[in-house]
């Protein structure tokens, strides 16, 4: 008490002398109270403190700085005018004039502004009343999550009540842009917080030939922390309305996945009446079960032919040619593995019955191990496969493959890794009546590889190093020519070609080694290359023992750019008969070149991609891609848009035009989708399902 009272005496004997007090708990809170500022008087029959110049209060997290404040020590009540403002952790409230009660954390600001820093919520109003800790009320205000004085958006409204962490409800509501009114709204809701939040989602709104005037609508809802599901409607004037649900979960032992649905009853199509039924279904899940077991599913399923083609709306989807459901469960014992697999193929191209389905397929593996001391390895792979369709040979086979292996050092320099195996195929229970069967097969496969290298330090005039490694590579692969003609034809493994050919390759390596101060050395490879070619010395490539030449390397000089490639060369020829392509071109301001070709003689494929986005216009974004198929000269898909970015909001305006090769048949498609910070968008059919 001497203390205080000594510092009582000292603020009216100098008071423009900057001074600063505690006080413990003389409001009745928990927390203390520090108030500093230029001048100090203090009334002590009321308890009265009267502070000027600079003033600063604080009790826990809360700070409130004025240029004038009176503070009853008794009450908790605040009278402040001046600059004044309330910071707490991201928030602050500041008027020009203010009544609060520290006690009961209430108070009124006029001429008031308010600013959330999570959802960068500004908040204006002739006043601004705290509530409560999370509630406020605002009179004849506007709120907004752009930032300047004159915002590209905002809302003005008559009345605000704003809840932390929920939301803020607003009446006789109208929507500004810059300044100019552009819509009026009786009510209207906004979120107010940075977790998920429940509502209705920004729509989309487009035209395409195919489907006619498009409205994408989506409603979002919060089921907890750890679900969530969103419900779409689609508007499609040549088609129909369509429907679809989204479904995402995050459960115990590492169980997350997402399940989707849509379906719509069409109408017509290309403006021919079909009255059909479509709809699809997609589960993507990974997680653990009870003991140990770990489930992976990924299933999708469409009960229409044409499905993507009318609803997909990348080359990802509309090019499907088939869809597959998947599901398994696996179990793990060091190195031992237990997997069952359930798959299950729709083709998309035909209704073929014929198409084999795995229901189910088991697989037994040991992995590698060492006998002993000695050099020698031992594997076994197992596998159990149920084959069903519809129509045609159904069957079931068991395979057995035990591997021995070996791993030899000569000298240090060159490593030889032989191996022997023997694969075993069992069938019974064949639909055709025929009697159970089996055929075996032995492979010898030995691998000679040796590396050399050199290190320069200090390459090209800079620190670090860089490491050119070769490495050369011998295989040598045997296997019997057995007549198998015999056996059930289900997949690859029943008809297993005679083999005798030496593989060799020379794989070189460029490793750049950058010294960084006071930091681990950074490695990047920034060059990856290798030559392969096959000489085959069965009796059947008499004439050509010499096989395709293959290329594959991988350059990233900088995290800038990339090229990789895939080429095979007939060394007989002289003409490529498998090219694959893929560069990219980038810097940090989101301006990017990605280019892909692919080109297989055997398989008739020649088209190129290119998507070229740029941003050096900021605030304006430009996306351009086009698919080209060189065999005919015809485009087959060309994507162009335009966004235009506000740190608050954007707007896209994109034009897809896809070239159906099969059906003679071009779709062309507009669709504009408008984002808003904290509102969100949805822009896209929820057709398209997303993950599929």
Same mark, same amino acid.
């Given at each position: 008490?001497?203390?205080?009272?000594l510092?009582?005496?000292l603020? #009216?004997?100098?008071?423009?002398?900057?001074?600063?007090?505690?006080?413990d708990q003389?409001?009745?809170?928990?927390?203390?109270?520090?108030?500093?500022?230029?001048?100090?008087s #203090?009334d /002590?029959?009321t $308890?009265?403190?009267?502070?000027?110049?600079?003033?600063?209060?604080?009790q826990?997290d809360?700070?409130?700085?004025?240029q004038?404040?009176?503070?009853?020590?008794?009450?908790?009540?605040?009278?402040?005018?001046?600059?004044?403002?309330f910071i707490?952790?991201?928030e602050?409230?500041?008027? *020009?004039?203010?009544?609060?009660?520290?006690?009961?954390?209430?108070?009124?600001?006029?001429?008031?502004y308010?600013y959330?820093?999570?959802?960068n919520?500004?908040?204006?109003? /002739?006043?601004?009343?705290?509530?409560?800790?999370?509630?406020?009320?605002?009179e004849k $205000?506007t709120?907004?999550t752009?930032?300047?004085?004159?915002?590209?958006?905002k809302?003005g409204?008559?009345?605000?009540?704003?809840?932390?962490?929920?939301?803020?409800?607003?009446?006789?509501t109208i929507f500004?842009?810059k300044?100019?009114?552009?819509l009026?709204f009786?009510?209207?809701?906004?979120p107010?917080?940075?977790?998920?939040?429940?509502?209705?989602?920004?729509?989309?709104?487009?035209?395409?030939?195919k489907?006619? #005037?498009?409205?994408?609508?989506?409603?979002?809802q919060?089921?907890?922390?750890?679900?969530?599901v969103t419900l779409?409607?689609?508007?499609?004037?040549?088609m129909?309305?369509?429907?679809?649900?989204?479904?995402?979960?995050?459960f115990?032992?590492?169980?997350?996945?997402?399940?989707r649905?849509?379906?719509?009853n069409?109408?017509?199509?290309?403006?021919?009446?079909?009255?059909?039924?479509r709809?699809?279904? *997609?589960w993507?899940?990974?997680g653990?079960l009870?003991?140990g077991?770990?489930?992976?599913?990924?299933a &999708?399923?469409?009960n229409d032919?044409?499905?993507?083609e009318?609803?997909?709306t990348?080359a990802?989807?509309?090019? /499907?040619?088939q869809?597959?459901?998947?599901?398994?469960?696996?179990k793990?014992?060091?190195?031992?593995?237990?997997v069952?697999?359930f798959k299950?193929?729709?083709?998309?191209e035909?209704?073929?019955?014929?198409?084999?389905q795995?229901?189910?397929?088991?697989?037994?593996?040991v992995?590698?191990?060492?006998?002993?001391e000695?050099?020698?390895?031992?594997?076994l792979e197992?596998?159990?496969?149920?084959?069903?369709?519809? &129509?045609?040979?159904?069957?079931e086979?068991?395979?057995?493959?035990?591997?021995l292996?070996?791993?030899f050092?000569?000298?240090?320099v060159?490593?030889?890794?032989?191996?022997?195996?023997?694969?075993?195929?069992?069938?019974?229970?064949l639909?055709?009546g025929?009697?159970?069967?089996? &055929?075996?097969?032995?492979?010898?496969?030995?691998?000679?590889?040796?590396?050399v290298? /050199?290190?320069?330090?200090r390459? #090209?005039?800079s620190?670090?190093?860089?490491r050119?490694s070769?490495?050369?590579?011998?295989?040598?692969?045997?296997i019997?020519?057995?007549d198998q003609?015999?056996?059930? =034809?289900f997949?690859?493994?029943?008809r297993?070609?005679?083999?005798?050919q030496i &593989?060799?390759?020379?794989?070189?390596?460029?490793?750049?080694?950058?010294d960084?101060a006071? +930091?681990?050395p950074?490695?990047?490879?920034?060059l990856?290359?290798?030559?392969?070619?096959?000489? =085959?010395?069965?009796? *059947?490539?008499?004439e050509?023992?010499f096989?395709?030449?293959?290329?594959?390397?991988t350059?990233?000089?900088a995290m800038?750019?990339?090229l990789?490639?895939?080429?095979?060369?007939?060394?007989d020829s002289?003409?490529?008969? +498998?090219?694959?392509?893929?560069?990219?071109v980038k810097?940090?301001?989101?301006?990017?070149?990605?280019? +892909?070709?692919?080109y297989?003689?055997?398989?008739?494929?020649?088209?190129?991609?290119?998507?070229?986005?740029?941003?050096?216009?900021s605030?304006v974004?430009l996306?351009?891609?086009?698919?080209?198929e060189?065999?005919?000269? *015809?485009?087959?898909?060309?994507?162009?848009?335009?966004?235009?970015?506000?740190?608050?909001?954007?707007?896209?305006l994109?034009y897809?035009?896809?070239n159906d090769?099969?059906e003679?048949?071009? =779709?062309r498609?507009?669709?504009?989708?408008?984002t808003?910070r904290?509102? $969100?968008?949805?822009?896209?059919l929820?057709?398209s399902?997303?993950?599929?």
């Open positions: 008490m001497l203390s205080r009272f510092l009582f005496i603020c #009216f004997l100098a008071p423009t002398l900057a001074v600063a007090v505690d006080f003389v409001d009745g809170s928990e927390q203390p109270i520090h108030l500093e500022a230029d001048q100090f #203090f /002590k029959d $308890g009265l403190y009267r502070a000027k110049g600079n003033v600063k209060l604080s826990g809360l700070e409130v700085r004025s004038a404040l009176e503070w009853n020590q008794l009450s908790g009540e605040v009278e402040a005018e001046g600059n004044v403002q707490s952790p991201g602050e409230l500041s008027g *020009e004039r203010a009544h609060y009660n520290l006690q009961q954390g209430t108070g009124i600001v006029e001429d008031g308010f959330l820093s999570d959802q919520l500004h908040v204006r109003g /002739k006043t601004i009343e705290r509530l409560g800790a999370l509630d406020y009320r605002i $205000g709120f907004t752009c930032d300047g004085d004159v915002p590209s958006w809302f409204a008559s009345h605000v009540d704003v809840t932390l962490g929920g939301y803020a409800r607003a009446r006789n500004y842009l300044n100019i009114p552009s009026y009786p009510y209207i809701i906004y107010a917080k940075t977790e998920r939040e429940s509502g209705l989602l920004i729509p989309g709104v487009g035209y395409s030939s489907r006619g #005037f498009q409205y994408s609508a989506a409603y979002y919060v089921l907890g922390v750890n679900q969530d779409y409607l689609d508007y499609l004037s040549e129909g309305i369509g429907k679809g649900l989204e479904y995402r979960y995050i115990g032992h590492d169980n997350a996945g997402e399940m649905a849509y379906h719509m069409v109408d017509d199509v290309d403006g021919v009446a079909v009255d059909e039924e709809y699809a279904l *997609e993507q899940h990974d653990s009870l003991g077991v770990r489930m992976v599913v990924d &999708e399923y469409v032919d044409e499905y993507f009318d609803f997909g990348v990802e989807e509309y090019n /499907k040619d869809v597959q459901s998947i599901l398994s469960l696996s793990s014992w060091g190195k031992y593995s237990l069952g697999q299950y193929t729709k083709d998309l035909a209704d073929d019955p014929t198409t084999l795995l229901l189910p397929r088991i697989s037994f593996d992995a590698r191990q060492r006998i002993g000695s050099p020698l390895y031992y594997a197992t596998e159990y496969t149920n084959f069903w369709r519809d &129509e045609g040979l159904r069957g086979r068991m395979m057995v493959r035990p591997v292996a070996a791993s050092q000569l000298g240090d060159i490593e030889i890794a032989p191996e022997l195996s023997y694969r075993e195929r069992y069938y019974w229970d639909s055709d025929s009697e159970s069967d089996h &055929e075996g097969l032995a492979e010898f496969v030995t691998r000679i590889n040796t590396q290298q /050199k290190v320069y330090h390459p #090209f005039g620190s670090g190093a860089l050119h070769i490495s050369p590579e011998l295989i040598y692969r045997y019997p020519d057995v003609e015999h056996l059930p =034809d997949d690859d493994y029943d297993i070609d005679e083999a005798n &593989e060799y390759a020379l794989v070189q390596r460029f490793t750049l080694r950058s960084r006071n +930091e681990s950074g490695y990047t490879e920034f990856y290359l290798r030559l392969s070619q096959t000489y =085959d010395l069965t009796d *059947e490539a008499s050509q023992r096989q395709d030449l293959r290329i594959e390397m350059l990233q000089p800038w750019w990339s990789q490639t895939d080429t095979t060369l007939d060394v002289g003409d490529w008969t +498998e090219v694959s392509i893929e560069g990219e810097d940090q301001q989101d301006n990017a070149l990605k280019f +892909e070709y692919r297989d003689a055997d398989d008739d494929i020649d088209y190129a991609t290119v998507n070229l986005s740029v941003a050096f216009l605030p974004y996306n351009y891609q086009q698919r080209y060189l065999s005919t000269h *015809e485009r087959l898909e060309q994507v162009a848009g335009i966004e235009y970015r506000q740190q608050c909001w954007s707007a896209q994109s897809r035009e896809y090769v099969d003679d048949d071009i =779709d498609s507009v669709m504009l989708t408008f808003m904290g509102i $969100g968008s949805v822009g896209g929820g057709g399902l997303g993950g599929i």
